[in-house]
């Protein structure tokens, strides 16, 4: 965060002992330590909160592609369906057809196949 060295660190430490005095100086060091420890605790904590947030962001927006790609499948699962169902409609009216034409050729067929030879 700050980017400091040994000798700003000594000089600050001498200031403070200047200032605040030697009987003093143990206490607030005290302080003044576990005020960077919550600090960096509290930066820890928003830092993972942040992250957390982008994660959630990131498997909705992928949850919301997987439900887009489901749903042209499912588009196209509904018209291949269509497809083959009207390819079986149009076989099974050929084949109805088809077979109406036998019937007829064979009753017109059957007459001459039943005369007997004098």
Avoid: H, W
């Avoid at 699962?77 to 019937?103: F, R």
């Amino acid at each position: 965060m700050f980017d400091s060295g040994f000798l700003e660190m000594l000089v600050i430490g001498i200031i403070a002992l200047l200032v605040v005095g030697p009987e003093r100086l143990p206490g607030l060091a005290s302080k003044v330590g576990k005020m960077v420890g919550k600090m960096k605790a509290f930066i820890a904590n928003t830092r993972e909160d942040i992250e957390k947030e982008i994660r959630a962001d990131e498997m909705q927006s992928m949850l919301a592609k997987q439900k887009e790609e489901i749903s042209e499948l499912r588009d196209m699962m509904k018209s291949s369906t269509k497809e083959v169902a009207s390819e079986i409609d149009e076989a099974t009216e050929m084949l109805g057809k088809n077979l109406n034409e036998a019937k007829t050729s064979a009753s017109l067929e059957s007459p001459n196949d039943n005369k007997k030879p004098a």
